[in-house]
């Protein structure tokens, strides 16, 4: 706890400033598209806001997982820290996404199946944390979050395969892990950077939930007394 | 590991392979209803009714646009496949020959008459420059 309080500034500081220069690099250092010309910039924010939005939900099942395999009560207070931030996280990727859409697609919504997949999720988010407080028994809430946040976890991979299951609006992948990138190193460079600056301030958020978590939940125990 | 973890960790194997084979089930029996747009070569194959509303997607044929006023037609291809489309309205910014396209309408005489054209752009970004050289 003490160690993470110590790291956080650095964490912080240092993830604000790549973020930030990763956007201004982005914006004003590259040259724009040859398709979309300057509206595809968005995507210094609709990539990193919707590549965090999965990963929270991966690591909210992993922890999910941990706690109901070990019983460990941190590992589901992180789970329960996590899901509002995802649920912003989600939001952010839908709205950029929307605004995105419109000087391209000329839509601004459709019900294709990454965008409607993408729209569970962020339910989903919304869904565990109202289930979670709607107990008045902690372990009870805790153990059914858990398990529903591994039932729900199913819908990861498919919104990561709906752009090559099903037809869809929503072109695939630009960067995978089996091919050269699709997009020109020239705007994959800051987009790297603004991916790494982005998880780097949600990691900052999710320390600063977790800790509100823990001293939430145990608010009677005599260390939180003392560190309050 | 001890037994108890050991149970516990297969019900959380349990809990993952039901809800996957679940939504395999779903997904298959919703099979191409989870499409969002036919192909040119889908429609014929498909016996669509006239006056459905329905989505085809594909690329607009190179030098088949055609404007009058208002009014465009152009053909939607697959490669396969392609169809007529007309529409009356503003086409996005993105709309051109050779690049993809949704078109929502209905079909009429081997037509489609459009009330919405989509632009659908691939997933490759680069420079105008580098294009040029290409």
Not at chain 1, 201 to 221: D, F, G, H, T, Y
Request: with cysteine; hydrophobic share 50%.
């Amino acid at each position: 706890m003490f160690q993470v309080n110590r790291a956080y500034p650095y964490i912080f500081y240092l993830s604000l400033i790549t973020y930030l220069l990763s956007i201004f690099w982005g914006l004003f250092l590259t040259p724009e598209d040859f398709v979309q010309g300057n509206s595809y910039r968005i995507i210094y924010l609709h990539v990193p806001a919707s590549f965090i939005s999965q990963s929270l939900y991966l690591a909210m099942a992993i922890a999910s997982a941990v706690y109901l395999i070990w019983k460990v009560k941190l590992s589901v207070y992180l789970v329960r820290s996590i899901a509002p931030i995802g649920a912003v996280t989600t939001f952010i990727a839908l709205i950029s996404g929307s605004i995105w859409g419109i000087p391209t697609w000329g839509t601004w919504w459709v019900w294709d199946a990454r965008i409607v997949s993408t729209l569970i999720l962020f339910i989903m988010y919304l869904g565990l944390i109202s289930l979670h407080d709607s107990f008045n028994n902690n372990e009870k809430a805790d153990k059914f979050l858990s398990i529903l946040v591994l039932v729900g976890s199913v819908n990861i991979p498919i919104i990561k395969m709906s752009v090559e299951w099903w037809s869809t609006l929503h072109q695939p992948a630009s960067i995978t892990l089996s091919e050269k990138p699709a997009i020109d190193l020239v705007m994959l460079y800051p987009l790297f950077g603004s991916i790494i600056g982005f998880t780097g301030l949600i990691a900052c958020l999710v320390i600063l939930s977790s800790k509100l978590q823990i001293i939430k939940r145990e608010k009677n125990k005599s260390w939180v007394k003392d560190y309050v | 590991m001890k037994p108890v973890r050991k149970k516990r960790l297969q019900t959380v194997l349990l809990i993952l392979v039901t809800s996957a084979l679940g939504s395999f089930l779903i997904i298959r029996a919703l099979d191409s209803n989870l499409d969002f747009f036919y192909t040119p070569s889908e429609i014929f194959l498909e016996e669509i009714p006239e006056n459905k509303r329905i989505k085809i997607g594909g690329m607009v044929l190179e030098s088949s646009v055609i404007r009058e006023k208002t009014k465009i037609s152009f053909i939607v291809t697959d490669y396969q496949g392609s169809i007529n489309v007309e529409f009356d309205g503003i086409v996005p910014d993105l709309f051109k020959e050779g690049s993809g396209v949704v078109v929502l309408g209905y079909l009429k005489d081997k037509t489609i008459i459009a009330e919405e054209v989509l632009a659908k752009h691939d997933e490759n970004y680069m420079p105008p420059s580098i294009d040029i050289e290409k």
